[in-house]
């Protein structure tokens, strides 16, 4: 089996012990990864803290960071492809989804290149005559890093991309699940140029891994991509050293369409949006809002492609849906689903796990028509299971759309511009899509709200999330500083 190893203080090392990672695609064990510990996630946030204050960090220009940015942009896009290969055999995702998306990862760090002597202070127009005041933006400290399995180069880009540009230094926890894609980043990253420590790179289990980061004393601030219930634990762990946080922690996402909308267009989006990822996205579009009047066509439109998607090997360019990343997703799948048709909904195609080799599972369709509180209408799947809900009138879609505890994304389908104006003013989400789906870019800010997370990732305001203000005063008058206990 090929063995990784973590990457701290500008040196590779093995972790406190090993652990197996599954291939996906068969469920059997094709490496073995280093698993931090306390020790481990203390080197490597105390060369974070080193490599922060160093002068060989600390004093490097902006310019001179954008600089190192963009030739590990270079580096990321000429190893795309190996990248692309190690993502695929450690998390089932589809070697062609892969390969399109790292080869993407390495335009936000050339953004982020472009932006790191950009990120400006201010003067004050201050009410007092003899005082020049200005804010200065100066880095928050040392970064803790946390991203899942899925789509990980990606949900790194987006952390180390800003802290970097604004002169922070990262600890990164991968994902024990698939973490070999980022230990790879690892050896590319150590090509760059950057100071030892500027970033490092581990992976292991939540109580002597994740708690440890997440709760140490010289992290100032959490970068988190996750669920809710690990998201709570973090938040609680900051609370030891007040470190400040940025949460994105997936949705239920809302794909609205009414019956003036484009239908090739509203399903061939709906597929993308549901079935691509093998729905492993935080954005995915799990719930299907349609109006009645158009409800069975859609549907039967819907199933039809659902049917004849091509399952298959990660590794094969034809296989539109791999597998899941994990056992536990499939079962997860399986009892939620379970669960709803005991409830009262309707299953159109799927929801059966497939009789062969690796975490498998088909596209499914479950009309919750008739149980709109079903557990799979409420319930994060993270897999290719689309719930769907009828309504009649546009009052009644923006009320379904609203009904969940997340608000990340959501997308709308609909030819009548004025109805869209109002959908979007209406809709609680940090994104919404219009007549498309899935669209992502550097330079747009990415995030939601309530069981979504707060904070933005993607843009400006990731980076200037990434420094903390200070005010300088400068007293401008010649005369001395009055003695504050003579009278006047």
């Given at each position: 089996m090929q063995q990784f190893q973590q990457y701290i203080d500008g040196a590779f090392s093995d972790g406190a012990a090993q652990f197996e990672s599954l291939d996906p695609a068969t469920g059997k064990p094709w490496a073995l990864m280093p698993e931090a510990r306390a020790g481990d996630v203390s080197r490597a946030v105390e060369a974070a803290e080193r490599a922060f204050h160093a002068p060989e960090w600390a004093g490097m220009t902006a310019s001179q960071r954008g600089k190192l940015l963009l030739r590990l942009a270079d580096l990321v896009a000429e190893n795309a492809s190996r990248l692309a290969e190690l993502e695929t055999r450690d998390t089932g995702k589809i070697i062609r989804e892969t390969s399109a998306q790292i080869a993407y990862v390495a335009e936000y760090y050339r953004y982020y290149a472009g932006l790191a002597d950009k990120i400006e202070g201010a003067h004050l127009p201050i009410d007092k005559p003899d005082m020049e005041v200005w804010l200065r933006r100066?880095?928050?400290?040392?970064?803790?890093?946390?991203?899942?399995?899925?789509?990980?180069?990606?949900?790194?880009?987006?952390?180390?991309?800003?802290?970097?540009?604004?002169?922070c230094t990262v600890v990164l926890k991968a994902s024990e699940d698939g973490p070999a894609p980022m230990l790879e980043f690892a050896r590319i990253f150590d090509q760059v140029g950057f100071p030892p420590g500027v970033l490092d790179v581990i992976t292991g289990f939540g109580p002597e891994c994740g708690s440890v980061l997440t709760s140490h004393p010289k992290v100032a601030h959490v970068a988190f991509t996750g669920g809710p219930a690990t998201a709570r634990h973090i938040v609680r762990n900051s609370a030891e050293n007040l470190a400040s946080t940025s949460l994105e922690l997936g949705g239920k996402s809302p794909f609205i369409v009414f019956e003036d909308a484009d239908l090739d267009s509203a399903v061939n989006a709906q597929v993308s949006g549901i079935f691509a990822a093998t729905g492993q996205s935080c954005v995915a579009g799990s719930r299907l809002v349609v109006q009645n009047t158009i409800k069975e066509e859609f549907l039967s439109r819907l199933k039809v492609k659902a049917e004849n998607v091509v399952m298959g090997a990660p590794q094969d360019m034809e296989t539109e849906v791999g597998p899941l990343c994990t056992q536990r997703q499939r079962e997860n799948a399986l009892s939620l689903i379970d669960a709803s048709i005991a409830q009262g909904a309707r299953l159109i195609t799927g929801g059966t796990a497939l009789d062969r080799d690796g975490f498998y599972f088909p596209p499914t369709i479950i009309d919750c028509s008739g149980a709109p509180d079903a557990p799979c209408v409420?319930?994060?799947?993270?897999g290719p299971v689309l719930s769907v809900l009828g309504f009649d009138t546009e009052a009644e879609a923006l009320e379904i759309a609203n009904n969940t505890e997340f608000g990340l994304a959501s997308?709308?389908?609909?030819?009548?511009?004025?109805?869209?104006?109002?959908?979007?003013?209406?809709?609680?989400?940090?994104?919404?899509?219009?007549?498309?789906?899935?669209?992502?870019?550097?330079?747009?800010?990415?995030?939601?709200?309530?069981l979504s997370g707060h904070g933005r990732e993607g843009g400006l305001q990731a980076a200037l999330d990434y420094t903390k203000v200070k005010a300088v005063w400068l007293r401008t008058s010649d005369d001395p500083v009055p003695d504050p206990f003579v009278m006047r």
């Open positions: 100066e880095p928050i400290g040392v970064v803790a890093a946390v991203v899942p399995w899925n789509s990980q180069l990606f949900l790194s880009a987006v952390k180390i991309g800003p802290a970097l540009a604004a002169g409420t319930n994060e799947f993270f997308g709308l389908f609909t030819r009548d511009l004025t109805r869209a104006h109002r959908m979007i003013r209406g809709i609680r989400s940090g994104i919404v899509w219009v007549n498309t789906y899935r669209a992502v870019s550097p330079i747009v800010p990415f995030g939601g709200h309530g």
